[in-house]
């Protein structure tokens, strides 16, 4: 190895936290590949990096890693799964007895499938430590039947605001950019995303700076009970 490919095995290393899913498979791999390392590159090796960018999901997802692997073969293969799922403010699980999973996305530090739901005929997304898994309640289950051809989520349309200051350096690129417009105090921004949830947070993670402008009632009503929970929380002593 070049020190340039310890120095990338560094960054890899750097990456993947003790509570990502796949970093006992990265740090066997990562063994493998430097147990033969010269004394400067294991100086090198050993290092901390300057640079980090580390994938460190915001719970311990370890316990995760052998149904991340169902999931992946179940997709790779294209096949159906069912399972128990824990959802947010109910007591009981809720079984999903027939989905077409798609993919695993990471976002907002969580682990999400992505799948097709045939009981509500719309595209959803599971967050994975919510999934039960359990042998003696097969969940999850892997079906024998095959995925039908990928359905796809409509775009939502959307536009919001932001101070000028906020786009000195370019629009950030947080959704899919479709036009936008500036003047002295503010930029009017149309974008798309897929997810009415990650609108929401994302948009309330600019607090006070962000007005959600014009979108479907769906997503101004989500937006507007978002604020109106987070005012709520505030208007009375603590």
């Known amino acids: 190895l070049s ?22 498979t990265i740090a066997d791999l990562l063994g493998r590949l430097t ?9 090198l090796w050993q290092r901390r990096p300057a640079l ?10 370890s316990d995760c890693a052998e149904l991340i692997r169902t999931l992946e073969r179940a997709i790779s293969q294209r096949q159906q799964i069912a399972f128990l799922y824990r959802a947010r403010g ?15 996305e990471y976002t907002d530090r969580h682990f999400y499938l992505v799948a097709f739901s045939y009981r509500y005929g719309s595209i959803l997304s599971f967050r994975i430590d919510r999934i039960v898994q359990d042998r003696s309640q097969e969940s999850p289950h892997v079906l ?9 989520r409509k775009p939502i349309i959307f536009t919001y605001r932001l101070p000028a200051s906020f786009a000195d350096g370019g629009v950030s690129e947080r959704f899919t950019i479709l036009s936008f417009t500036t003047d002295a105090q503010h930029i009017t921004i149309e974008a798309s995303d897929t997810s009415e949830f990650r609108i929401v947070r994302t948009l309330l993670g600019y607090g006070e700076h962000a007005v959600l402008l014009h979108g ?23």
Do not use: C
Not at 35 to 43: D, E, F, H, K, R
Not at 52 to 61: G, K, Q, W
């Open 52 to 61: 980090r960018a580390p994938l460190n999901p915001a719970i311990d997802y």
């Open 144 to 152: 024998h039947n095959t995925q039908q051809p990928r359905r796809e």
């Open 35 to 43: 147990g033969q390392l010269s004394t400067p590159q294991q100086a």
């Open 3 to 24: 020190d340039d490919d310890v120095q990338a095995l560094v960054y890899i290393r750097e990456a993947f936290s003790e509570n990502h899913p796949l970093a006992p």
């Open 90 to 104: 109910k007591s009981e699980p809720l079984l999903h007895e027939r989905l077409d999973p798609y993919e695993i």
């Open 216 to 238: 479907p009632p769906t997503l101004i009503e989500r937006m507007r009970k978002a604020v109106n929970l987070m005012w709520e929380n505030y208007k009375a002593d603590i």
